[in-house]
C-alpha cells in the first residue's frame, strides 16, 4: 500500500521564477491538502483539492494555485517566487467524508529554496 | 481567527520520565485533533487523535485527553525513550472545512 509521495524532494529557484510541485495520495485516498512549513514552524495550510475542485483556501495570495488530476494526484504552483516563500512544502492526503475528522496523511514534503 | 496555542516550545526529559504538551483552540466547533510527530528532515507522522466525543484515548505510552469545556487538549507521553526525541505537533479541525490549524510545535529531548 503506497504512502503519499511528493517530487521532487529539493528545489532551488531564483526570485520570480516559477515552480510546480507533485503529489501523490495515498491508496484509496480522493482529497490532497498542501501545507508550508517554514523553518521552526508549524504547517500553514494552503488549499485542499477534492473532486478535481479546490474546495478551502487558506490565507495565500493567487501567486499559489494548483490542480488535481481525475487520478487524484495534485500539483502546486507557485508564481513569480519570493524568497519568503523558501519552505518545505507538504502534501497530505485523505478520504474525504465532510465531518472534518477525517486524517491527514503526510508525504516527505519539497523543500523549496528561493535564492 | 482559528488559533492553536501550544505549550512548552522545548521540554527535555530524563528518559523514563513523562512529557506533557498542552494545546488551546479558540474555535469551540473544533471536533477533531490529531497529533503529530516529525523528525528531523521528515514528514510529520500521524502518533495518535482523538474526536470531540470522547475524553481521552489511549495508545500504549501515549495518551490524549481533550477538555472541551476548556477547549483544551493534552499529549501525554510515559516511560519515554531516547527515540521519542522529535517536534510534536497538535492540530485542530472542524466539520465544514477542511484544513487543519497547527500548533507551533514542541521539541522533545529524551536525555538518556
Known amino acids: 500500500d503506497a504512502g503519499v509521495t511528493q517530487s521532487p524532494t529539493h528545489l532551488i529557484k531564483t526570485r520570480g521564477q516559477q515552480v510546480t510541485l507533485r503529489c501523490s495520495p495515498k491508496s484509496g485516498h480522493d482529497t490532497v491538502s498542501w501545507y508550508q512549513q517554514a523553518l521552526g514552524q508549524g504547517p500553514q495550510f494552503i488549499f485542499q483539492?477534492?473532486?478535481?475542485?479546490?474546495?478551502q483556501r487558506g490565507n495565500f495570495p493567487d501567486r499559489f494555485s494548483g490542480h488535481q488530476f481525475p487520478n487524484y494526484s495534485s500539483e502546486l504552483n507557485v508564481n513569480a517566487l519570493l524568497l519568503g516563500d523558501s519552505a518545505l512544502y507538504l502534501c497530505?492526503?485523505?478520504?474525504?467524508?465532510?465531518?472534518?475528522?477525517?486524517?491527514?496523511?503526510f508525504g516527505p514534503g519539497t523543500r523549496l529554496l528561493v535564492l | 481567527g482559528e488559533n492553536v496555542e501550544q505549550h512548552p516550545s522545548t521540554l527535555s526529559v530524563q528518559e523514563g520520565d513523562s512529557a506533557v504538551i498542552k494545546c488551546t483552540y479558540s474555535d469551540s466547533a473544533s471536533n477533531y485533533f490529531p497529533w503529530y510527530k516529525q523528525e528531523l528532515g521528515k514528514r510529520p507522522q500521524l502518533i495518535i487523535d482523538?474526536?470531540?466525543?470522547?475524553g481521552e484515548k489511549k495508545d500504549q505510552r501515549i495518551a490524549v485527553t481533550l477538555n472541551k469545556t476548556a477547549k483544551h487538549f493534552s499529549l501525554h507521553i510515559t516511560e519515554t525513550q531516547p527515540e521519542d526525541s522529535a517536534v510534536y505537533f497538535c492540530a485542530a479541525s472542524k466539520g465544514g472545512t477542511y484544513k487543519y490549524i497547527f500548533g507551533t510545535g514542541t521539541r522533545l529531548k529524551v536525555l538518556a
Open positions: 497530505a492526503s485523505s478520504l474525504m467524508g465532510g465531518s472534518g475528522q477525517e486524517t491527514q496523511y
Open positions: 482523538i474526536r470531540s466525543n470522547v
Open positions: 483539492y477534492y473532486e478535481e475542485e479546490e474546495r
